[in-house]
């Protein structure tokens, strides 16, 4: 990714500067910055050690039921163990099962940048349904389409 990432800004740099020279030594300057801030990009969205967690916020965490060894007893002395798969848990520090272990943990995702517009809404007998609350129909509009409202609170 990182090498066609390279070229493409060589590309770019090299119509900007026909002699090339200039786009050599604009990419030497600018691609250790690129590279950093990649690798910023990738360790921050990769799986931490579990030590590593923060206690106060909400995180993805790789959780594995506890062996026989690691778990609780019966009354009986039988370890109390879970059967579950190895799972995904989004959640604060200690926030997933008694019966399971939490063994690396990764932030989560940030948000969109901007969020679209939600669509208007087209029902297929309504019609299209605005975002501002629409006034009144009069008697008229209401006769018009066969429709007698009803009079003086009477039903």
Known sequence: MTETLKARM?????????????????????????????????????????????????VF?????????????????????SHAPARLHRGRWKSWSALEIATHWMPLPSAPASVPPAPAVEHPRIGSMPDAPQPEPTREEWASVGVTPATDGVL
Do not use: H, M
């Open 61 to 81: 965490f790789w959780v594995r039921p506890k062996t026989a060894d690691e778990t609780y007893v019966d009354t009986s002395g039988k370890p109390i163990v």
């Open 10 to 58: 060589e590309q770019a740099l090299a119509v900007e500067w026909e002699d090339g020279v200039g786009a050599t030594c604009a990419l030497n300057v600018l691609w250790p910055l690129v590279e950093a801030e990649i690798a910023a990009l990738t360790e921050a969205q990769t799986w931490q050690p579990i030590k590593t967690a923060p206690r106060e916020t909400e």
